[in-house]
């Protein structure tokens, strides 16, 4: 007979159905083990908000009930698994974390930054080193992806193992020379895997991810015939994608030099970690390159998503101190645009080829390689694995559901992939699995500077004003009378002349008719919403606008 | 000796460098031709806005200077090609519009839609009859596009002859069995041609832009296997796709309907035109479809962009009255996302998919081709044209770098590609070409509902709502000390409980500061305008937030 209590609960708080913000909850009895802790992006309609993180009440609610986190792993060093830990610790006891070096350290950094104190452990990646963590015991197993230092974590837990596949490629050269551990995943996996949570990102694209190697020729083969300055952005924490223009760099006897303060930042952190090597003389503070000919300067640029405040952005509108750009240079984007960032990657990749450089990006140049492997990749790891249920994460539904059929057409049933929405409870036993509480995850709007969760009517009434403007009215009342001492105020604004001329008429006429049929109330407030609301439904039944209405009733 | 005057000016009011908005001017000493109307659309950054239509300051100017618009032709039945008719037409005065048969419906059909009482004249396509608008003439030819009865325009001018090849590609076997015209372009190329106007969208992309041919074995394939209801959604003025699948239908015996305005409204023109036609008893409203086994049903579905109140969007969030999806569903997206459209189409393919329903994609399956040439076409019509100079149009600036290049391995000198930016007058003579004078050209956004143009100060408004919020200050002044007469009110919209609570907290203290040391005046809108300023500041200097501030000072 099965103890009922004999049961793992994995519980995915977000990273299902949309990339990024990932956070998994493995739950054994009053156990808790949590996997990464990231942020998520916010899209057009997030106005004024830059910031997404995981809902974590389902583990302060776990909290109270006696439950205890004993413990959280970090896979990689990308804001999506690690960038909402300095949001979210505070908001938990404490409990020991673990990542792998680098991985640790930019953890770190963020941690400070942000003035958290709280040390992230960090664990030798090469030995096999089993961590033990209440119940659970975990190894972390080297893979490649787009930063290095990335990990699976193969997880023991009292009723099976469980495979945490997140991020990864199979790429037999990264530059570094440290390829996906293969050896290592396949004798791990012969103990028997419950479930294989797998990054499926890549599971519409048939074959293989292209090896970065290529990319090493590429760029010095572009650099020897470039006739200006050499300018590479990418993303800041792609150090071997760095380390390969470096190369590239050092052959040709070029000088370089790091712009942005994401970059910068993390260049200090691979550098203290050896994780690239500058010959003394080669690198150069950026108020320095005007001592050089342009065609000696290699220049490592921030901003390849086309954000609106970064290095590369003020350079091609020429509003760089240091960095002035003419039709001789080169600009290379060694990425590819993030989705919903096509325009502004576009516009400013238009910005730097109306200044006359030339401009290689990826679909006109072999310029990047994806962190992600596609469908032959995902099935090698399914295939070493041999788990017994999957779960497809970091992806959009649509690539879950290609992930899916993936595991089909290799012999698993429909049944055997889990699609869960975020907060969806899964749980395991020695016998099977199957779907257990929904629980309720919110979208957790933070703003970035403050750090400060924003609710949602907060933005309900932003995408209010963004549309139709605000109207302000004040009413001066009669004392004595209760009628309008004289005619309301209106103040209209994010609306066109012709539409504010109509709405201070109409707001002004209806106001006169509404205290003069009405029986007044000296009570203000109450005033003060039905102002609103006739104003709200006339404006409404007219224009099939609605502006934020902010009545404002005055006794005089 | 060269007359000054015998010069044409080629001026692009818009649609170089963006796509959409084409409008292009040629001009001969006091005529003017017009070629296009087109609308851009919107991007996150317009809030509120739908719409964009090119600035015509030049053609109001060049009125009052005595220039006549002699006539406008319009290529094709697309609204970033015809879409601002009814926006531009009622601003100038009346001039002869011609287009090919269906363009012509559609545009009189705009026209009628906003009550613009003007007739688009129709020139039959098949003949080799040339139109004579003043000193120009002008002849179509037939092109393939996504949309039928596509043109390009050979115009002649007093200093030579022009081929405007706006939006095409060169499908051998399109399915109304209507090819590209080869034999015209070639037999007018003949005559001369000073410059060519090419699309350049496709300038990127290597070969040739695959037949439409094989869809129609797709869709039967599809169709067959199909165990519910067969939905497409394509562009509605796609009329060839639409047949495509028609086609399959009728052979597969099914019922037809369709589902949406835009595409109600095209299939009624086509009906009409006999470019689409279906068997009696074949075709049945939405409302009938219960009477019928879902695997009966092939539905035409417009909202294929994934726009917000779309029928496929109101079907994926089972908000249709009529139509119900569930997992025995097919639903083919037959169209690509529009750049800047990606998060909103993968989030309908999601929601799709999470009912259950089979969603086949572009990057999943071969639903879709574009409707624009890759480089192998676009080199074909520069080599049958043979154009002494060259303007791409109808693309980003990169599309237009491309499509240079292009030009550049096809024996061209730089010199001979014009990358203008929109208002760039390029002056041609008898002897060559120069650029000419660049003309100011403003972003003209547009409300859709009103058709009235918005400045762009009430964006900016907008823009800083949807940041940083609102905040309303009321200010109550005895008339006799001109202090404030009490507490003042201040109201918050749009940022967080915190900061809403420390904003009135300031604001109040920084008012009753400032009507105590300063020296007041009872002029109110001069105090209004003070108070404004040193809350705006304030609040700055203490948040770096700028929410848009109502002043309003009231004697009592």
Not at 167 to 191: E, S
């Amino acid at each position: 007979m099965i103890n009922s209590a004999n049961q793992l609960s994995l519980i995915p708080l977000s990273g299902v159905g949309d990339v990024t913000r990932n956070m998994y909850v493995y739950q054994y009895q009053n156990q808790i083990l949590l996997v990464d802790c990231g942020l998520g992006f916010a899209d057009e309609t997030m106005l004024g908000i830059d910031l997404l993180i995981p809902d974590i009440s389902y583990l302060q609610n776990a909290i109270k009930q006696g439950k205890k986190i004993v413990g959280m792993l970090i896979t990689h060093g990308h804001e999506d698994h690690m960038g909402a830990l300095p949001f979210i610790l505070p908001q938990l006891p404490d409990f020991p974390i673990y990542a792998t070096p680098l991985t640790a350290e930019l953890a770190n950094g963020k941690l400070q930054d942000f003035g958290v104190a709280k040390k992230v452990e960090i664990v030798p990646l090469e030995s096999d080193h089993e961590l033990h963590l209440g119940v659970f015991s975990a190894q972390f197993i080297r893979v490649t992806h787009s930063v290095v230092d990335t990990s699976h974590i193969f997880i023991r837990t009292p009723i099976g193992n469980f495979y945490h596949g997140s991020d990864f490629k199979i790429d037999p050269n990264p530059y570094d020379g440290k390829p996906t551990d293969k050896a290592k995943i396949m004798r791990l996996a012969k103990m028997g895997v419950v479930c294989l949570l797998s990054d499926c990102l890549g599971a519409e694209k048939k074959g293989t991810t292209p090896s970065e190697q290529p990319l090493t020729d590429f760029f010095y083969e572009e650099m020897k015939k470039a006739q200006g300055k050499f300018i590479v952005t990418t993303y800041s924490s792609n150090i071997n994608r760095l380390n390969q223009v470096l190369t590239a760099a050092q052959k040709l006897g070029k000088r370089i030099s790091f712009v942005g303060r994401s970059l910068i930042n993390t260049m200090d952190v691979a550098k203290e970690m050896k994780l690239v090597n500058i010959p003394k003389g080669m690198e150069i503070r950026i108020d320095q390159i005007k001592q050089y000919k342009s065609n000696q300067l290699v220049l490592f640029v921030a901003g390849s998503q086309g954000q609106e405040n970064s290095a590369l952005t003020r350079i091609a509108n020429n509003e760089h101190r240091d960095v002035k750009l003419s039709g001789l240079d080169t600009v290379v984007f060694s990425s590819d645009p993030i989705p919903g960032n096509e325009i502004s990657v576009n516009t400013l990749i238009d910005s730097l080829l109306r200044l006359g450089c030339n401009v290689l990006y990826s679909s006109i140049a072999p310029t990047h390689v994806s962190g992600h492997g596609s469908s032959d990749e995902l099935i090698e790891l399914m295939q070493m694995v041999k788990p017994k249920k999957m779960l497809p994460i970091g992806g959009n539904f649509k690539h879950m559901v290609a992930y899916r059929k993936l595991a089909e057409a290799n012999g698993y049933r429909k049944e055997d992939v889990f699609l869960p929405n975020d907060g969806q409870e899964i749980v395991f036993t020695q016998n099977g699995a199957r779907l257990g509480q929904q629980f309720n995850v919110r979208k957790v709007y933070v703003d970035e500077l403050s750090g400060e969760e924003v609710e949602s009517y907060v933005l309900r009434d932003r995408q209010r004003l963004s549309q139709d403007g605000v109207v302000a009215i004040i009413a001066e009342i009669e004392g004595e009378t209760g009628r309008l001492a004289q005619k309301p105020t209106v103040i209209v604004r994010g609306l066109s002349d012709t539409d504010t001329d109509t709405i201070i008429k109409v707001t002004q006429s209806e106001l006169q008719r509404m205290f003069v049929k009405k029986a007044t109330t000296n009570n203000l407030l109450y005033l003060r919403k039905q102002v609103g609301k006739t104003i709200e439904e006339r404006l409404f039944r007219k224009y099939r606008k609605r502006p934020l209405i902010l009545p404002i009733v005055i006794e005089v």
